[in-house]
C-alpha cells in the first residue's frame, strides 16, 4: 500500500474559484499532488489563484475555465483535453443555492440553475472522468450537504438536488464496485463562503446575517476533511462525512451568541 497515495497525483476540482473548491485545490497543492486541474467560470480569478498556488506550493496547477453544467463545453473538452479527465482524484464540489422562496413562490430560473450544476453538471463531469478513474483505482468526492439528509423550509429544491447527489454517490459506488475506486460524500452543515451571496443574488447583507453571531465551518475545515478521506490507504472508503459546526445542531439548529 502507497505511505502518501497523494504525492504525485493528479486532481481535478470544480468550483475552484471560490469557497471549499478553493481551500481543497489549494489543500491537494499543499499535499504534494502532482498536477492540479482547477474549474470554474471566473476566468481571471482563476488563474490568478493557480498561479498563487503553483508559486506557493511548487505544483502544477492548470486552470480550465468551464462551465460544468453546460454539457456539450464538457463534452468537447474531454474530446480537445482529455488529460484534464485523467485524474487519480475527482472532487465534484462546484453547486450552488438560489432563492429560499417557497415552493409556491419560487423562480423557476433558480431552480433549473440549481439542478443544471448541482445535478446535471456533477453527472457530466464524472462520466467524463470515471472511465479513467477506474482505470487509475482513483476516487470520486461529491459535495453533498446535510441539505442531502434533512430539508428545510425554503430550501426545498436545493435540498432535493443535495439528495440526489447522495443517491449519485451510492448509485456510482455500486457501479464501480470491484474496481478499486473510491466514493465518498462530504455533507457539511454551515460553510462561511460566498455561498449565502450566490444564493441571495448578491445581497451581502443577508449572506452575512447566515453567519453572524456564531461559529460557522471554513472552507478550509472541510478541505482537510476532504483531503484526509483521500490520503488512506486503498482499501478504505469513508462512503459519507457529516460536519458540523459545533453551534449547529440540525439543518434548523443554530446557537446564535
Ligand atoms: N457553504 C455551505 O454552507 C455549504 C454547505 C454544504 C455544502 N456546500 C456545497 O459545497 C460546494 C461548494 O460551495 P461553497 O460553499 O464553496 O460555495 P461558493 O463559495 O459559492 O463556491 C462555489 C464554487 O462553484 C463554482 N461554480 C458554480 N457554478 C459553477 C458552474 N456551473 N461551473 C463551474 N463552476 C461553478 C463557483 O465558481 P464560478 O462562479 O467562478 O464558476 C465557485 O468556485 C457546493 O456544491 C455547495 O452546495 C456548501
Redesign the pocket.
Known amino acids: 500500500m502507497p505511505k502518501h497515495p497523494l504525492k504525485g497525483s493528479r486532481v481535478l476540482v470544480?468550483?475552484?474559484?471560490?469557497?471549499?473548491?478553493?481551500a481543497t485545490a489549494e489543500a491537494f497543492c499543499a499535499a504534494g499532488a502532482g498536477h492540479v486541474f482547477v474549474?470554474?467560470?471566473?476566468e481571471p480569478?482563476?488563474r490568478d489563484l493557480a498561479a498563487r498556488w503553483a508559486d506557493a506550493h511548487a505544483a502544477h496547477v492548470t486552470p480550465v475555465v468551464?462551465?460544468?453544467?453546460d454539457r456539450q463545453a464538457v463534452e468537447r473538452l474531454a474530446e480537445q483535453h482529455p488529460e484534464v479527465f485523467d485524474v487519480d482524484v475527482l472532487v465534484n464540489?462546484?453547486?450552488?443555492?438560489r432563492g429560499t422562496e417557497p415552493v409556491q413562490g419560487a423562480d423557476l430560473d433558480d431552480w433549473d440553475e440549481m439542478v443544471r450544476?448541482?445535478v446535471n453538471?456533477l453527472l457530466y463531469v464524472t462520466r467524463a472522468a470515471l472511465p479513467r478513474l477506474v482505470r487509475r483505482r482513483g476516487h470520486v468526492v461529491n459535495?453533498g450537504?446535510?441539505?442531502g439528509r434533512w430539508v428545510y423550509p425554503g430550501g426545498a429544491v436545493y435540498c432535493a438536488t443535495?439528495h440526489a447527489v447522495r443517491a449519485l454517490s451510492e448509485g456510482i459506488r455500486l457501479d464501480v464496485q470491484g474496481t478499486g475506486v473510491r466514493v465518498t460524500n462530504i455533507e457539511?452543515?454551515?460553510?462561511e463562503?460566498?455561498?449565502s451571496e450566490?444564493r441571495f443574488h448578491g445581497d451581502t447583507a443577508r449572506a452575512d446575517a447566515v453567519y453572524a453571531d456564531t461559529t460557522p465551518l471554513t472552507?478550509e475545515d472541510v478541505a482537510e476533511a476532504i483531503v484526509w478521506s483521500c490520503a488512506g490507504p486503498g482499501h478504505v472508503n469513508v462512503q459519507e462525512m457529516v460536519l458540523y459546526p459545533t453551534d449547529q445542531a440540525s439543518v434548523r439548529d443554530v446557537v446564535r451568541r
Open positions: 470544480t468550483g475552484a474559484t471560490a469557497g471549499i473548491g478553493a474549474v470554474g467560470r471566473r480569478r482563476l468551464l462551465d460544468v453544467g464540489n462546484a453547486g450552488l443555492a450544476t448541482n453538471g459535495l450537504s446535510v441539505a443535495k457539511p452543515g454551515l460553510v463562503t460566498e455561498f450566490v472552507a
